[in-house]
């Protein structure tokens, strides 16, 4: 049986993720900060592990715990909604050692034991925001922007070993608690100066027609890890599929 690891899932997209590959007769290993199984699958293929991505030690722990690996899905990420002077710069380091270290470290401690078996598949989830600029998204775009790059370079060191490496890019999800989450974690104490502005590109995004779902991602994430000629990026919801199609780009 197949196995997979998925950071953050204990809601939106990596608890979709987790249900996704369950169904589809996967063993999979589902890791958060603080395990909780609430809102989770109950099944004999589900084990829950604590991990925290940022820290060396945690994830040593889980990756050996969790045992040989056919494929990682690095989800866990922080979000920022606010203009960089409205940005605490200890808040954007905290983002960066999550979106985009954390991804590197995860997928780092994987490789040894990818490498020996000769083959695996690591998927990052990085965002639609990174098609274009969009304001109070600098710091958040920035990260994913990062995440995509290391990626695709990455790519190119692991397919010397039989290892694949994909980014799916999910647009705006608003059934999701992410952007809650990360007002909660991160702040969004926007400077008078931008309120006007912020606020009404805010209302932009309440209107918009075409959004995008848990299950969409977790579609995506399926794709890149079973499809051996998925493309690099992979867009995730209507919306991101608007934008790659704007954008020029393809995901056939």
Avoid: C
């Avoid at 099944?43 to 056919?70: F, H, K, M, Q, Y």
């Amino acid at each position: 049986m197949s196995r997979v690891l998925v950071t953050g899932t204990s809601s939106g997209f990596g608890r979709a993720i987790v249900e996704h590959f369950l169904d589809r007769d996967w063993e999979v290993v589902a890791t958060m900060r603080t395990p909780s199984p609430e809102d989770l699958p109950v099944s004999g293929n589900l084990r829950l592990l604590r991990l925290d991505v940022t820290d060396a030690t945690s994830i040593a722990e889980a990756v050996v715990e969790a045992g040989p690996l056919d494929a990682l899905v690095n989800n866990a990420g922080v979000g920022m909604l606010n203009v960089l002077e409205g940005a605490e710069i200890n808040r954007a380091r905290e983002l960066f050692e999550t979106n985009v270290l954390g991804a590197m470290a995860m997928t780092r401690a994987v490789m040894p034991g990818m490498r020996a078996r000769g083959g695996g598949v690591i998927v990052n989830i990085s965002s639609s925001v990174t098609l274009r600029p969009l304001p109070a998204l600098s710091i958040y775009s920035a990260s994913k922007a990062a995440l995509n790059m290391f990626t695709e370079s990455f790519a190119l060191e692991a397919a010397e070993f039989g290892i694949r490496a994909r980014l799916v890019l999910p647009g705006s999800a608003p059934e999701t608690s992410f952007g809650r989450n990360a007002v909660a974690r991160m702040g969004m104490d926007v400077p008078e100066e931008y309120g006007a502005f912020v606020k009404a590109y805010f209302q932009s995004l309440q209107v918009a027609t075409e959004k995008t779902r848990a299950s969409d991602v977790a579609q995506a994430v399926w794709r890149a890890v079973t499809d051996e000629g998925a493309p690099m990026m992979l867009p995730a919801g209507a919306d991101a599929e608007t934008w790659f199609r704007e954008e020029g780009r393809t995901a056939a």
